[in-house]
């Protein structure tokens, strides 16, 4: 008996922008759980049900973000929109990333500052933090179960969550030591250091994609010298016009020195908002007072339980800094918070841009080049230790609190484990466990 031909799956049809823009801004609006969770996110529609890039395609991608500075999840968002649809895809993709996240926050920044403590705000935020928790551990085994193909990788994982836990190892020399580790690796034993795999990959990924494993990159993600130069220097003079008019504000330059601010802090993000949460903390509250310490604590609460990057905290800062102060007179304190949160955002992403749109046709160009491809799989495999590390964070704050001398918080426990398992075991959407889990706090809160 002959076997049956099998059915090739057909390669899907290129998104038009208007279809993409639908994307990216359903993205910003249900994308919880941080870098680890948004990452994820991703790869579940882009990767395996879209397929609008392949699983190679989209880790060698990453594997870039990861080593830059800035909120990694928003620039993947801006690098697959740039390669998708050139320099309006890049910017549809990243700035939908981050906008819902902006006019959210800066709703519930008004309603802290003008209202206080509100029991229902504080019921929602009880069952929702270790939602969050379980969406950060469900997003570790996902990407984990991809990158951690064999001994090696799990051992450099395994390294950078010690280093980071125990050792107290800045994010930016782990980053630095799984790269040597990866170059000297990938030239003694490369099979160990290749990019995806097909044990790597989910069912379904490996069908055809948009932009496929061999895929040539498209004209506008060639590399040459003279766009390269016209996109810094278009970045450069944006980033001078504005603060050249911040600077005319008559503000007591409050808007001016929180753009420079908040421009180091987005070349310092190596690792994700904890990483420069001391620097902003340190700047913010003790240097320019535009906060207290106390809401700084709360403004890392919103942060975490909004979609968008954990960054996102920042436009708390900028809003609680703009009402403070009262930058636009008594008056007008939600318009002076909105106007600073918006500043402060603006500041903080727009290096993110250049990165991408500088630095992605080079990246293009190195795909297949086992010198670069081994130092960014080891790169992969560490930051699986690194997410780890933030799960385990996060974990140890909602479950305990007071900190570890106080008593375990049962009820989260409950409802982080039931997220966990309804995210990892039934596969359940994450805004389905965040509603749930947000009515449970809410519920609990009132008893």
């Not at 278009?234 to 016009?241: A, E, M």
Request: proline share 6%; glycine share 10%; with cysteine.
């Amino acid at each position: 008996m002959c076997a049956s031909p099998t059915t090739a799956t057909p390669v899907p049809a290129a998104p038009r922008l208007g279809e993409a823009f639908r994307f990216w801004l359903w993205l910003g609006c249900v994308s919880f759980g941080g870098p680890a969770g948004q990452i994820a996110i991703m790869h579940r529609e882009l990767v395996e049900r879209r397929r609008w890039i392949s699983e190679k395609r989209y880790l060698h991608a990453l594997n870039y973000c990861m080593v830059l500075p800035g909120p990694e999840a928003q620039q993947l968002a801006t690098y697959i929109g740039w390669l998708l649809h050139r320099t309006p895809g890049a910017l549809i993709a990243g700035s939908l990333f981050v906008l819902p996240s902006l006019v959210l926050l800066v709703l519930l920044s008004w309603i802290y500052m003008a209202f206080g403590d509100q029991p229902l705000i504080a019921g929602l935020f009880y069952g929702i933090k270790p939602a969050v928790t379980a969406i950060v551990v469900q997003a570790a085994h996902r990407i984990g179960s991809r990158a951690l193909r064999n001994g090696v990788l799990w051992a450099i994982a395994a390294a950078a969550f010690v280093a980071i836990l125990a050792l107290r190892v800045p994010f930016p020399f782990i980053i630095l030591g799984a790269a040597l580790v990866g170059y000297l690796g990938g030239r003694m034993a490369p099979a160990h250091f290749e990019l995806g795999g097909r044990h790597a990959i989910a069912a379904g990924a490996n069908a055809p994609a948009v932009i496929d494993d061999e895929t040539p990159p498209p004209a506008h993600a060639k590399f040459c010298w003279p766009r390269f130069f016209k996109v810094l220097a278009v970045s450069l003079l944006l980033w001078g016009v504005v603060v050249a008019v911040l600077r005319q504000d008559g503000m007591d330059g409050t808007l001016t020195r929180m753009g420079v601010f908040f421009t180091k802090a987005a070349l310092l993000t190596f690792g994700g908002a904890y990483a420069v949460l001391p620097y902003v903390f340190q700047g913010a509250v003790e240097q320019y007072h535009w906060l207290s310490a106390s809401q700084m604590i709360d403004g890392l609460a919103l942060g975490e339980t909004t979609p968008g990057p954990l960054i996102m905290v920042v436009a708390f800062v900028g809003f609680v800094g703009g009402w403070t102060h009262a930058l636009l007179g008594p008056d007008a304190l939600f318009a002076a918070g909105a106007l600073a949160a918006t500043v402060v955002t603006f500041f903080t992403f727009l290096p993110s841009f250049a990165f991408i749109l500088l630095g992605g046709p080079a990246v293009e160009s190195t795909r297949g080049n086992p010198s670069l491809i081994a130092p960014l799989t080891a790169i992969t495999a560490a930051v699986v230790g690194v997410i780890l590390n933030l799960a385990l964070f996060f974990s140890s704050h909602v479950l305990w609190p007071e900190g570890f001398d106080g008593s375990l918080d049962i009820w989260s426990l409950i409802i982080g484990v039931g997220a966990a398992v309804a995210l990892i075991r039934f596969d359940i959407g994450v805004i389905p466990v965040i509603g749930a889990c947000a009515l449970a706090g809410l519920l609990i809160s009132m008893i």
